[in-house]
């Protein structure tokens, strides 16, 4: 069995690269994407401090569809263009919202989200998915978080989208 390094949480860009590198290692060989995303969401859930829900929404049809994720039960689908997760697809850019009740047309799936973070997978030069994590805490992620997470982005960017059910 893997075995992922028990670390405190994650506050550094050194940090975050590690916790990259245990999730290159994690999904190193495993060709199945639904295993390896809910590897991951379980990885950075339970190493990333003070979040109430992390998980994937994956491209179907046109819309954000429930992937593999850590918390509540959550919102199944989101359109584009709506919520923190469906602007994050409609301009294939980072959403960091620092309060969640300040982001117009905010989903509040839990209750207990304060801030978030979003970052639009893509491949094939197209938005497939996003990573969404939350928080209890406003302001839980600055712009280091924000640089640290993105470290993740070429190693989830090469994961098997193309096998994923449509
Ligand atoms: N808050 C998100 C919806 C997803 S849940 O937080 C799990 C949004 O506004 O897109």
Not at 43 to 54: A, G, H, K, R, S
Not at 65 to 76: R, Y
Not at 84 to 100: K, L, P, S
Not at 141 to 160: A, K, R, T, V, Y
Request: net charge negative; hydrophobic share 45%; with cysteine.
């Amino acid at each position: 069995m893997f075995e992922i390094n028990q670390s405190a949480t994650v506050g550094t860009i050194e940090q975050y690269q590690s916790l990259t590198s245990q999730l290159a290692a994690l999904t190193a060989g495993e060709p199945d994407i639904i295993a390896n995303l809910a590897n991951i969401s379980a990885v950075l859930f339970d190493q990333i401090e003070n979040l109430n829900w992390l998980g994937f929404y994956v491209m179907k049809q046109g819309e954000l569809v429930l992937g593999p994720f850590q918390g509540k039960v959550a919102c199944v689908r989101i359109p584009v263009g709506q919520g923190v997760c469906g602007t994050a697809v409609a301009t294939g850019e980072i959403q960091r919202v620092e309060n969640v009740h300040d982001f117009a047309g905010h989903i509040a799936c839990d209750s207990a989200s304060e801030s978030e973070l979003v970052l639009p997978i893509k491949h094939h030069g197209k938005v497939v998915a996003v990573l969404d994590i939350d928080s209890p805490s406003q302001g839980r992620f600055s712009e280091l978080d924000q640089q640290g997470m993105s470290l993740m982005l070429p190693l989830l960017e090469s994961l098997n989208w193309d096998t994923y059910a449509k």
